[in-house]
């Protein structure tokens, strides 16, 4: 279980949940697969993949996962058949068929199709770790983190949770490059993107590329600011590091996951146990890493 995004927030309250109460409430809205009329479903689901918990806990931190089900509906079909109708009508009647109720026929028809369509399954992994006052969420768009904590909230009532960023840092990201203030445990790697600060002002992304570059430096002089820094952190994982805190391209390195080489394939239970173990603790170390390095918890 590796987490592949990051999205972090901060806990704002105390929260006097226990792994018990948070399993039968969140039980309360598990999954269900989307019946014949339904275009999509969500619920929480086992995330070790079987069994009727709806939570994994390890070290205190809680891991819960989200599961969505959608019907792939392809508008290309909808639409060319809505035109075939369409076509018949004004053919039959002799005039032209109105927004409404072209409208009213494409409901129609989506609802016949519905029942025929094949279901898609997501899910989005997450965990809250009630020590550190952290939820990390596996989601690269925050509409998908936004969701994970409202079903959340839905079930327990309440999640008073903030973004752990609420500033750009993209300031601290360019004075690593433009003043060579890259912190000791950061070795920037060879991916960046630089915009400027005006709606129509120009984006720039390089890729295989020495970020110290003169061209680099060049970039930062004409007045770009970092928005996105490819970086590997503490010989643990590497990263783009966005200048909203989006943590996106996660990857754990092999002196992290070489730890848990020792347990077997086979047992994947506890294999599963182990690396989210890993994994989440890595994640909260990095979380205070990022809070420290920017001062998050001074804003």
């Known amino acids: 279980m590796w987490f592949k995004n990051l999205k972090l927030f ?11 109460d948070l399993d039968e409430q969140l039980a309360q809205f598990a999954f269900r697969p989307c019946n014949s009329q339904e275009l999509s479903t969500m619920g929480f689901a086992s995330p070790l993949g079987q069994g009727d918990s709806m939570i994994h806990s390890a070290q205190g931190r809680v891991w819960v996962t989200l599961k969505k089900q959608e019907r792939i509906l392809p508008a290309v079909v909808v639409n060319a058949e809505l035109a075939d109708k ?15 109720a072209q409208q009213d026929l494409k409901q129609e028809i989506v609802q016949r199709l519905l029942p025929q369509a094949f279901t898609k399954n997501s ?14 969420v596996d989601a690269s768009a925050d509409g ?29 990201l360019t004075s690593w490059l433009k003043d060579s203030a890259t912190p000791a445990d950061i070795v920037l790697l060879e991916e960046a993107e630089f915009r400027g600060q005006g709606e129509q002002d ?20 004409a007045g770009k600011f970092v928005h996105k820094l490819a970086v590997e952190w ?20 092999d002196v992290v996951k070489e730890q848990n080489d020792d347990i077997a ?35």
């Not at 899910?123 to 990390?136: K, R």
């Not at 973004?163 to 300031?171: A, V």
């Not at 890993?278 to 390095?293: D, H, I, N, Y």
């Open 265 to 299: 394939k086979e047992d994947k239970l506890a294999r599963l146990d182990a690396d989210f173990a890993l994994m989440s603790g890595e994640v909260v170390r990095f979380a205070k890493w990022l809070t420290a390095t920017f001062a998050l918890d001074q804003e």
């Open 10 to 20: 901060t806990i704002t309250q105390t929260l006097d949940w226990n792994d018990i």
């Open 202 to 221: 120009s984006i720039v992304r390089v890729k295989n590329q020495d970020l110290v570059d003169d061209e680099i430096l060049q970039h930062l002089e």
């Open 144 to 172: 998908k983190a936004e969701a994970f904590l409202a079903m959340i909230r839905k079930a327990m009532t309440s999640l008073p949770v903030v973004p752990m960023s609420r500033k750009s840092i993209q300031g601290e």
């Open 123 to 136: 899910y989005t992994h997450g965990f809250i770790s009630f020590a550190d006052n952290l939820v990390a």
């Open 234 to 253: 503490d010989e643990s994982l590497t990263a783009m590091i966005e200048e909203d805190l989006s943590i996106k391209r996660l990857k754990f390195t």
């Open 86 to 100: 369409v076509a018949q009508i004004e053919a039959e009647t002799g005039s032209p068929l109105g927004k409404k």
